[in-house]
């Protein structure tokens, strides 16, 4: 890092009272972290947060939780509870994402604290929307992945459905609710009132995957795996020195007959330029599997990088398939602030921030807050206790 | 669609001025006009945007542009350019995701527009950030996929890469930076000044594969692909009648070591409880192929939608694999409005819905445009033009 990330300070005063956990909610919240929102994590005294409580390492906390405050609170005990709900009258925001039914179970559902504070964006993410015949079910990002369509349409052309590694269930939701609370709050400036929000995972993941709406639409059948077809070469090729990672994936057109021509003179083979045996799409699409070979024939002589280079350069999209260790060795990750070596007690860990720059920067990072780190800080800002007044309800196992 | 939508309204009175195109700008722009921001397409006269030109149906832009409007200029005349540096001036934001480099050739360039109006926010979306080795490189969804680490962590575990389903460097990045816009409109309501976003489809595609930087951190390697192992049973298995997508997703979690034995009653193998060949997780891992073999010959006599409701039954999480088709056929999205079924012409297509429910209701879908359907209304509102005059631009070719 080149010491040039800026705190973009967009969300400055708004208070986030977050109960959330894992990582559909958690990365919502850090998001608005991220932005300059006061985040303040509720943490059971006992381990903390359920994506800290029994993991080896904390790496995962670290990844979601950037930015945040944590304070901890026996929620089963009464002061606890009430010192939850006197936060919940000084927030802007409250989120969660336990299972279903818990947090009314806890005391703190959605008619309990907008009575409390009606001007409270109260933003929740299930796995499941109101109404659906799974509404009571768990979930995890690869539960909804697979409800919402996403594995159906992920994988070989003629093989098994594939989970998608990003995880478009959790942070994927996260991001569609933030994108939603900060409109209510944009709108809370002017109607003074706060808004209910709820995500379903299910629905999220349907939302990152709306292109198969879009050929279904166009075949009337279920949308397939990918790649589509309808064009050729189109996908993934194989690269020196054959690792499990070096492949290049490009793409020609049909709307841009050049592409083929312009590969061809690339790989010294401008001698079938003009060949009808491929001369069309529909010609190439035939003879798809000649075609990869013609193509793979080049590339496995040439490393990704020097494959997407040059084909890139000869003016056909194509992307070399990046592994974490590539981009966290690729320079220009860290010069741009993209990527950030954080620090956690002991623990190290390199992450990305934000990735939308303001202004021409990206966003530091502060590491993900040690259990309770901000308890007598926050229960001093927000309800103007003193430091024995913490120490006593510390004593009383309350926080 | 049981009529219970209702439009959240959150944005209403913002102008966004959208030159975006194809999917990666035109997913955020249309996040701004499901919160009610007036959303103003500005397309070229002959055939409008790329998303819309030249394809053979209107499904993806039907997809894409739900709630906008579209107006028609001749971006190449004088005129025409300064018509749109007119609108510059009224509007809230501006965003585009042309090729790096066009916008300052249009004359629309960051320098330009935010000297004629200082409050505005101007966004953008390219393939890789500015300072990448990139930077000057065409990008599509799936290059940013390859290039941001989401293929390298999906595919079978000795598999080759596979390209995730879900659009996460097209619509994946419109969410950032929709994200990003609301914030910065939220900030200017107290220091009246606009801001300079910057989304890179590769740092995106990144931010939505972050798990991939904490398996690195954990191991000291480049992180694998799906699934992780570590636990078993884990994955994807095989159900009735055998179609391409009749599987069911079921996870146990070494947190959780009820999981294993709640399975073998399920299936009927009691008899295989605290049996030490399986006993653990480690047990488990280590016999793999075997444990599949256990659940997988269960599961084949099942459907899906079976295994899923007895398998989360049982305590256990667990998916079914639905398609597109299936999606559309499940009776509650229409009923929630998640989706919804909207004409455009003659043309007729189910999509999907903004996922967050706002007080208790999704948004409706107003159709995309027509090409140029809203030119006179817009100039009148915007510019006080009067039908003659804009009458004698479109004789003149300029809009």
Redesign the interface.
């Known amino acids: 890092m080149d010491g040039n990330a800026v705190a973009?300070?967009?969300?400055?005063g708004i208070k986030v009272l977050d109960l959330t956990q894992f990582e559909a909610g958690t990365s919502c919240t850090e998001?608005l972290a991220w932005?300059g929102a006061e985040v303040v994590k509720v943490e059971p005294p006992k381990g903390g947060e359920a994506g800290r409580r029994?993991v080896a390492?904390p790496?995962?906390f670290m990844?979601?939780n950037a930015n945040k405050k944590s304070i901890t609170v026996n929620l089963k005990s009464e002061r606890g509870l009430e010192l939850v709900k006197d936060m919940a009258r000084k927030a802007d925001v409250f989120t969660e994402n336990f299972a279903p039914g818990a947090i009314e179970r806890l005391g703190l559902g959605y008619d309990v604290v907008s009575a409390l504070n009606p001007r409270i964006v109260y933003a929740q993410v299930k796995g499941f929307?109101?109404?659906?015949?799974?509404e009571n079910?768990?979930?995890?990002d690869?539960?909804?992945?697979?409800?919402?369509?996403?594995?159906?349409?992920?994988?070989?052309r003629d093989?098994?459905?594939?989970?998608?590694?990003?995880?478009?269930g959790d942070?994927?939701t996260g991001?569609?609710?933030?994108?939603?609370i900060?409109?209510?709050?944009?709108?809370r400036?002017q109607t003074e009132k706060g808004?209910?929000?709820?995500?379903?995972m299910q629905?999220?993941?349907?939302?990152?995957?709306?292109?198969?709406?879009?050929?279904?639409?166009?075949t009337g059948?279920?949308?397939l795996?990918?790649?589509i077809g309808g064009n050729a070469p189109h996908g993934?090729f194989?690269c020196k020195p054959g690792g499990?990672?070096d492949?290049?994936?490009l793409?020609t057109s049909r709307?841009n007959p050049e592409h083929w021509p312009r590969l061809l003179k690339l790989i010294g083979r401008e001698d079938l330029i003009g060949d009808p045996r491929y001369d069309t799409a529909a010609a190439r699409v035939e003879r798809e599997a000649e075609v990869d070979e013609l193509i793979s024939d080049w590339t496995r002589r040439h490393t990704k990088q020097e494959a997407?280079a040059l084909i890139?350069g000869a003016g056909v999209?194509?992307?070399?398939?990046?592994?974490?260790?590539?981009?966290?060795g690729?320079p220009?990750f860290a010069?741009?602030g993209?990527l950030q070596t954080v620090r956690h007690g002991d623990w190290q860990?390199?992450?990305?921030t934000?990735?939308?720059?303001?202004?021409?920067a990206p966003p530091p990072i502060n590491p993900a807050p040690q259990l309770g780190e901000h308890t007598t800080e926050v229960f001093a800002d927000w309800l103007g206790l003193g430091p024995t007044e913490v120490e006593k309800l510390r004593e009383q196992e309350i926080v």
């Open positions: 973009p300070n967009c969300l400055a998001a932005m029994g390492d790496y995962y990844a979601y929307g109101v109404g659906s015949p799974y079910g768990l979930c995890f690869p539960i909804a992945q697979a409800c919402g369509g996403a594995m159906s349409i992920t994988g070989e093989g098994k459905p594939v989970k998608p590694g990003p995880t478009i942070t994927g991001m569609l609710l933030a994108f939603s900060v409109s209510a709050l944009y709108q400036m808004r209910r929000l709820q995500a379903a629905d999220s993941v349907m939302h990152y995957s709306r292109g198969m709406f879009i050929r279904q639409a166009q059948k279920a949308a795996r990918q790649p993934i194989p499990p990672n492949y290049v994936y793409l709307a997407m890139s999209p194509a992307g070399a398939v990046f592994d974490s260790m590539e981009l966290t690729e220009s010069k741009r993209i860990m390199t992450m990305p934000w990735p939308v720059r303001f202004d021409g």
